[in-house]
């Protein structure tokens, strides 16, 4: 113990020196942090396919010399944008999959506009992932494709399966996908049905504004938002931390409006009835059963997200009915397990080997 | 160098993510309180009804000023909604038509690569 605490004594000068110098840094960064913006994300070179309002499809230019048959069509989650999954090079999911001989297409999401308030969740189950299903067909000239759903995007694209059970779906993945809404229990609280007036929201506003979105988010960690800021303070002299927190603080806050029926589905079917986990779920007339989903299945959650916590993702695979499915526990969050240093070593190298084998 | 826990600075970082998932937790619990849903969603109910009559508001004032009202800004919102989606349409089909081989117009997409791609053998190198 004497021996440490010596050794104690003898490093703080060197402590101090260092922390002296991280002081002058933070004076330094900190002025280049407001007169900068942060780096360029979603760079990875695309063509877009189709744009209907809302709605775009991209297709990634190729990176390998050769690529897998079956394409993979991601369906990105309807709160987010999708440059989530294409930061920055070396650590872009996007690119990830190309440089591993994927052909990569996106069904990502702008701001509805207003004259899109009327959404419903036949136009976003029956219409556009359908219509870029076709799209991804045409342009790539196979049948069959391999669907990739992040969150929300995993339950339109389990909403899509359930219904055309027939094809051309052939594999489907699906990463932090919430099935037993009650299970989102800050979020059940929220929008309580004895309180909440979702039909009094939408006919006021329209579009559900995305300040109301993030703030939902945020509640569910209200001191994590003044926390991570003196984080960065604590950090901005190192340049990769700054880095990171500018990409993912921009994603979080860079959050979209839901199209007024649309949400008002998700709260009366989802939130309040909790239907797709009691398999009531229906979509323009069309039953979803999950047991009817027969493709191979990979379900990647996250063990510390506290957006779709564990109890509510964990009903999917004994769900389905397909014989092939397999669900992964990965360390991280919502986000991090698939963007980030985590996802990078864990879960882009599983879909990888998953995946590969099942695209031929 | 000294270890974490003689380490004022490793402390403090230790205290900061102590202190933030104590109040998390804490502000979670209360949260989860029909109470707390309950008034949550009577502000969120009052802001929407201002808000609501705030825009009735503007839209009067913006009329009176002879300046174009938010409806008129969305029909022309949507007309350019129904041009780009043409233009973007047209592209995709001179897309489709110059990788085809049969157009003139533009420069021709590059070649996509053959699909032919397998999996690696479990113990080879990926490719």
């Known amino acids: 113990m004497n021996a440490a605490a010596a050794l104690d004594l003898a490093s703080i000068p060197e402590r101090i020196q260092q922390e002296v110098q991280r002081a002058i840094q933070r004076s330094i960064k900190g002025v280049e942090y407001f007169s900068s913006s942060g780096p360029t994300l979603g760079v990875t070179p695309k063509d877009v396919l189709s744009a209907r309002g809302t709605m775009n499809l991209y297709h990634y230019r190729p990176l390998a010399d050769e690529v897998y048959r079956v394409p993979i069509l991601i369906v990105m989650a309807t709160t987010n944008r999708g440059y989530i999954l294409d930061m920055v090079p070396g650590q872009s999911f996007i690119e990830f999959l190309l440089r591993r001989g994927y052909d990569v297409y996106m069904l990502d999401w702008t701001a509805?506009?207003?004259?899109?308030?009327?959404?419903?969740?036949?136009?976003?189950?029956?219409?556009?992932?359908?219509?870029c299903v076709r799209l991804v067909q045409e342009d790539s000239g196979e049948t069959d494709l391999s669907v990739i759903?992040?969150?929300?995007?995993?339950?339109?694209?389990?909403?899509?399966?359930?219904?055309?059970?027939?094809?051309?779906?052939?594999?489907l993945i699906c990463f932090t996908t919430p099935i037993d809404f009650r299970k989102m229990e800050l979020f059940s609280n929220f929008s309580d049905r004895r309180y909440f007036d979702v039909d009094g929201l939408v006919d006021s506003v329209g579009n559900v504004p995305p300040e109301m979105i993030l703030s939902s988010f945020e509640m569910l960690r209200p001191g994590s938002r003044a926390v991570s800021q003196v984080q960065l303070w604590d950090n901005i002299w190192n340049d990769e931390y700054v880095k990171s927190y500018r990409m993912f603080d921009r994603w979080a806050t860079d959050t979209l409006p839901l199209a007024g029926d649309y949400f008002r589905a998700i709260t009366k079917d989802l939130m309040w009835d909790n239907k797709l986990f009691n398999g009531?779920?229906?979509?323009?007339?069309?039953?979803?059963?999950?047991?009817?989903?027969?493709?191979?299945?990979?379900?990647?959650?996250?063990?510390?997200?506290?957006?779709?916590?564990?109890?509510?993702?964990?009903?999917?695979?004994?769900?389905?009915?397909?014989?092939?499915?397999?669900?992964?526990?990965?360390?991280?969050?919502?986000?991090?397990?698939?963007?980030?240093a985590n996802a990078i070593k864990r879960l882009w190298p599983k879909l990888d080997s998953w995946l590969g084998g099942r695209s031929t | 160098m000294a270890d974490?826990?003689?380490?004022?600075?490793?402390?403090?970082?230790?205290?900061?993510?102590?202190?933030?998932?104590?109040?998390?937790?804490?502000?979670?619990?209360?949260?989860?309180?029909?109470?707390?849903?309950?008034?949550?969603?009577?502000?969120?109910?009052?802001?929407?009804?201002?808000?609501?009559?705030?825009?009735e508001l503007m839209e009067k004032y913006l009329l009176s000023m002879n300046m174009p009202s938010r409806a008129q800004m969305v029909d022309m919102a949507a007309r350019m909604q129904g041009i780009e989606a043409q233009l973007s349409e047209i592209k995709a089909l001179l897309q489709a038509r110059n990788s085809a081989g049969g157009g003139t117009a533009g420069p021709a997409a590059p070649p996509r690569p053959p699909r032919t791609k397998r999996p690696p053998e479990p113990s080879g190198e990926q490719k």
């Open chain 1, 112 to 131: 509805p506009r207003p004259e899109e308030k009327s959404l419903r969740m036949e136009d976003y189950v029956l219409d556009f992932v359908p219509h």
């Open chain 1, 149 to 171: 759903g992040y969150c929300f995007g995993g339950v339109l694209s389990l909403l899509y399966g359930s219904i055309f059970h027939d094809g051309p779906m052939k594999n």
């Open chain 1, 280 to 340: 009531t779920m229906s979509v323009g007339g069309h039953t979803c059963d999950l047991a009817g989903i027969k493709v191979p299945i990979l379900h990647a959650v996250a063990e510390h997200d506290h957006i779709v916590p564990y109890d509510a993702a964990r009903h999917l695979i004994p769900m389905v009915g397909s014989a092939d499915k397999e669900e992964v526990i990965l360390k991280g969050g919502h986000v991090s397990v698939v963007a980030g």
């Open chain 2, 4 to 55: 974490k826990g003689n380490d004022p600075f490793a402390v403090w970082q230790t205290v900061l993510g102590e202190m933030e998932k104590g109040f998390n937790a804490f502000a979670n619990k209360a949260m989860a309180s029909p109470e707390f849903s309950k008034t949550m969603n009577q502000a969120s109910g009052a802001t929407a009804g201002a808000q609501r009559q705030f825009g």
